[in-house]
């Protein structure tokens, strides 16, 4: 058998210090969610619960309207999700693709904008949407969050990567730039899509800022919003808390895996042309 290396064996150990500091607090925040409440602040702590609560999963959804709340996180995100990958990449094939005047300089100011902090806008997108009528609604929701300059910029790395000579041999074929975007562009972008979706919902996902500004009932919140009605004003019980998160992370989770494939590709790609 190959000898290995001391060196190989540090780097080992090294990669699996960095897995086990990642994995503990959710095993920790699973364990936590599984104890009666007496049980979360007892010293020293217990890891392992000596008698696992089931009961704290049920306790959350039949106090709390959670499944309200995983409604309209799911709404929220989904449409969110696939309006930003709609809008994202018909503006990243005219940046990379379209030839018109002031292409490079227009990109640049657009992104540009991505150094201005999301707090400076929630003032005055809150006094358009008011003025809209769409305060407290999913267009309120959604519709400020789907054209981000993230993903322009992420499609259209993908799309450079692509050769020219494809595109070129379809326009002499009689194809237009809209079937050349929809038939040749996007299957062979299929890993940055993905990779964008996973990024897109997580952060729509985890949104608090923006729902707890946007939103005045309990009918339209979200789930980040609804985890924050676990917490109590003078106690806490952190076992509820900690099973309310243990669900709202479940989706992200199974998202993830789903596109885990395509999202390592996808990040492999969008970074190798300019």
């Given at each position: 058998?190959?000898?290995?290396?001391?060196?190989?064996?540090?780097?080992?150990?090294?990669?699996?210090?960095?897995?086990?500091?990642?994995?503990?607090?959710?095993?920790?925040?699973?364990?936590?969610?599984?104890?009666?409440?007496?049980?979360?602040?007892?010293?020293?702590?217990?890891?392992?619960?000596?008698?696992?609560?089931?009961?704290?999963?049920?306790?959350?959804?039949?106090?709390?309207?959670?499944?309200?709340?995983?409604?309209?996180?799911?709404?929220?995100?989904?449409?969110?999700?696939?309006?930003?990958?709609?809008?994202?990449?018909?503006?990243?094939?005219?940046?990379?693709?379209?030839?018109?005047?002031?292409?490079?300089?227009?990109?640049?100011?657009?992104?540009?904008?991505?150094?201005?902090?999301?707090?400076?806008?929630?003032?005055?997108?809150?006094?358009?949407?008011?003025?809209?009528?769409?305060?407290?609604?999913?267009?309120?929701?959604?519709?400020?969050?789907?054209?981000?300059?993230?993903?322009?910029?992420?499609?259209?790395?993908?799309?450079?990567?692509?050769?020219?000579?494809?595109?070129?041999?379809?326009?002499?074929?009689?194809?237009?730039?809209?079937?050349?975007?929809?038939?040749?562009?996007?299957?062979?972008?299929?890993?940055?899509?993905?990779?964008?979706?996973?990024?897109?919902?997580?952060?729509?996902?985890?949104?608090?800022?923006?729902?707890?500004?946007?939103?005045?009932?309990?009918?339209?919140?979200?789930?980040?919003?609804?985890?924050s009605l676990l917490?109590?004003?003078?106690?806490?019980?952190?076992?509820?808390?900690?099973a309310g998160v243990v669900i709202?992370?479940?989706?992200?989770?199974?998202?993830?895996?789903?596109?885990?494939?395509?999202?390592?590709?996808?990040?492999?790609?969008?970074?190798?042309?300019?």
């Amino acid at each position: 058998m190959k000898k290995i290396s001391l060196l190989t064996v540090l780097k080992y150990l090294i990669v699996l210090l960095g897995c086990a500091i990642m994995v503990l607090p959710f095993l920790w925040m699973v364990s936590t969610s599984l104890k009666a409440r007496g049980a979360t602040m007892v010293f020293p702590p217990e890891f392992l619960p000596k008698t696992p609560m089931i009961e704290n999963y049920q306790q959350v959804i039949e106090r709390f309207p959670m499944l309200i709340f995983m409604k309209n996180s799911i709404i929220v995100s989904l449409v969110t999700t696939v309006g930003t990958i709609i809008v994202a990449s018909m503006a990243a094939y005219a940046f990379a693709r379209m030839r018109f005047k002031g292409r490079n300089i227009l990109f640049l100011l657009y992104l540009s904008t991505m150094m201005i902090p999301s707090q400076v806008i929630m003032i005055p997108q809150f006094i358009l949407l008011k003025n809209l009528g769409w305060i407290d609604s999913y267009q309120g929701l959604i519709l400020p969050n789907i054209f981000g300059v993230f993903g322009v910029f992420l499609m259209r790395q993908a799309f450079l990567t692509i050769p020219t000579e494809l595109e070129e041999a379809a326009f002499m074929d009689g194809a237009n730039h809209w079937t050349v975007f929809t038939k040749v562009d996007l299957p062979l972008v299929k890993p940055t899509i993905a990779t964008l979706f996973v990024f897109t919902f997580m952060q729509s996902w985890n949104n608090y800022l923006w729902p707890l500004i946007v939103t005045s009932s309990r009918e339209m919140a979200t789930l980040p919003l609804g985890l924050s009605l676990l917490q109590g004003r003078w106690s806490t019980n952190w076992n509820l808390v900690m099973a309310g998160v243990v669900i709202s992370v479940i989706p992200i989770l199974a998202v993830y895996l789903f596109a885990q494939k395509y999202f390592i590709q996808g990040m492999t790609m969008s970074g190798m042309k300019e």
